[in-house]
Structures are given as structure tokens and as C-alpha cells.
């Protein structure tokens, strides 16, 4: 299982192994949803999946 | 341990009964109530039927020498002060759930509370019943002040940010919101449900008492003084408690620099939950959340409009503001996991 840090919390992320580009993975400590973009050797890259957001009534 | 609750009637008291009666190493031997002397605990406390059929005693010295290792007094502000020198007299600890030991310099019980303390030398000796800032002191002191149940909240929203140096100490705001559980067990024209019900009322815009706790408290992290602006409104719930505290940033911080300052402050501690979550229906705390827990839930957001951070706290006024800490501070002094005998996670929905 790989590592790595929630761009918006900095909480550390686990990975599952085999994960592959396109998966959604979700922060615990945050709750942000996020794609994995890009798999390289040695990093990878992550970015926040955007979502449809509600309006309160403001 | 052998214990008793001295002021067992009242709401903070029945839930010291509710915590104790299941904690695996408290003996609940003696629960004192003047004006319900002789009747079953369960009758004041209904749900404590089935579970003890200890009756309500008077207040007796000799005898709670004599079968208590460790008292919790849960007597109003002022009557405290005359019967805890006795008890400490007597060889006992003592967790003290008033205001009569919290303050250190006795010139604020002139001040905040209109009244002169009678043992001054015990403020010094009392150590302030918060673990998460006094852990180690609480483990061989005699006598613990419980916080204040806004002030617990205020403070733990407040300790991380003032420690890490990064507000401006002279522009703290906050507003507090509180179920009618924190007036008390006493009925008045006040908690009246016709008067009460629907409303929100702002009963202390200014001048609340708990200000001079969060003052002393968050001076004593940095040695700097902090003003802080209190608001407190009593609303439509029974129990709970959520602040809302406004602050302004020295210099501007990102969303990621402000948990890191929250998670370095509070690594490992149990009863301390962040919440800033970007889904659901909780985002943010709330106290609906920790009611019949010890959870204290922080969150946070940060206004770049006017580099505003706005830190939320939610507490269970009578857990985490009140009974639950006690038994936190008895786990302290006993040496046992802190969350021995407050495992509740709390209901959903309530």
C-alpha cells in the first residue's frame, strides 16, 4: 500500500495497491473526493475530483 | 476507588451518577442531596432505575471520610467553597464541579463572581480540570476545579491557535450557543417552556463569567495576555453546546496550516475530533453530534475576505462541559486510559 498526502488537508492517504489512473480515492480526515491523474515511478499525482455543489439559499 | 458525589440532585450531578455507577473502577458509595435525603437516587435521576438502589444522604462529614477515597462536589457556585476545605481537611481528593477553585488570582471572584474568597491559598493548589492542557499536574494534586462548560469549549477551540502564536490576541470573538440543561435543574420564570420554547435568547451579551477562565487559561500557554469578547445565547435544545469563535489572522494561513497547527496540538488525544468534512450533512460541528459523549469536535474555515479564521466547537455541556470531564480527571488521577468509563459515541439521530 503506497502513501501519499491530501492536497487540501495534508493528511496522510493510503492507498490501495494496484490502484490505476482515473480511481477515485476519498480522504479521511477531510472527506475530499480525489482522481488519481498520473502514476509515475515513483509518485503520483492526485487532483480534487470536482462535483456539482448545493446551494444553501444564499 | 471509593467515591461520592456531594450535590447529587442536579443535572451535572445525576450524570456524574449515570458516569460512575458503570465505571469499572469506581465504587459509588454515597451520592448527598439535602433536599432529597432519604429517597432513591433513581427517583430524582429516572435513568438510573435498575441500575443502583443507592438512596440520597445527607451531608456528613464523618461518614463520607469514611467511605470515600474521592469526592465530586457538584454544589452551586459559592456553597462549594465551604464545604471542599473540609473534605481536604478530612484527607479526601477532591474534583470540585463549581467555579469556587478554577480562578487563580482571588481578586476575580470580587470581579466576575461579586463575592470574596474565603480560601484564597487554595486557588493556588487547584489545578484546572482540563487534561488536555493540565495532564500532568492533575495526576497528584488533591484538589481539581472543573472548567466551565462554555469555557471548556472556547478554550479547546482557541489553545492551539494561541500557542502557535499566529492571532492577534486583542480580536477574539466568541459566540457561544447553549441548551437550557447549562441553567440547571432549578425551574425560573426564565426556563419557564412557554417563555423558552422557540426562542433564542441572548442572556449574557457581555460580561459572562466564564471569560475570566478562558483569559487565565490562554494567557498561561504563552505568558501573553488575550482579550477575549464573549456572547452567550441560550437555544431551542436540552443539551449541548456549539462556539463559534472569530479570529483574525497575523499573517494569512492556508487550509493545510491550520490543520497542521490543530493535529500538532492535539496529536493522540482521545477526546478531540477534527471536523471540516466536504460532504454530508455535518461538515462542520455540531452539537447534535457529541450529545452523551465526551467528544469536543473542532472545525474551522478561513475567511480570505477579511483574514478571518472562524474555529468551531461542539460539546456535550454536561459530558465534556461538565460530568464527562470530571470522570476524565478521575481517570487522570487514577492512572487508567482516559476513556475508561466515557466509551459513549453518542446517538444519531437524537
Known sequence: ?58 | MRVGVIGGSGYVGGELLRLLLSHPQAELTTAVSRKYAGEFIFGVHPNLRGTTNLKFVPLDLPQIKKNCDLVFVAMPHGASVNVVPKLLEAGLRVIDMSADFRLKNPGDYVKWYGWEHTRPELLEEAVYGLPELHRQELKNTRLIACPGCMATASILGLAPLVAADVIEKDRVVIDAKIGSSGAGSKPSPATHHAEKFGGVRPYKPVGHRHIAEIEQELDLITNKPITISFSAHTVNMVRGILTTIHVFLKKPLTVREVWKILRSYYQNEPFIRFVRYQKGLYRLPDPKVVLGSNFCDIGFELDSHNNRLVILSAIDNLMKGASGQGVQCFNVVLGVDEKTGLESIGFHPV
Do not use: F, H, Y
Request: charge should be negative; proline fraction near 3%.
Open chain 1, 1 to 58: 500500500m503506497e502513501k501519499a498526502l491530501c492536497p487540501d488537508c495534508d493528511a496522510e492517504l493510503k492507498v490501495p495497491n494496484g490502484v490505476v489512473t482515473g480511481e477515485i480515492l476519498t480522504c479521511l480526515s477531510c472527506g475530499l473526493e480525489l482522481e488519481v491523474s498520473q502514476i509515475n515511478k515513483d509518485c503520483m499525482e492526485l487532483r480534487e475530483l470536482v462535483i456539482e455543489g448545493e446551494d444553501w439559499g444564499e
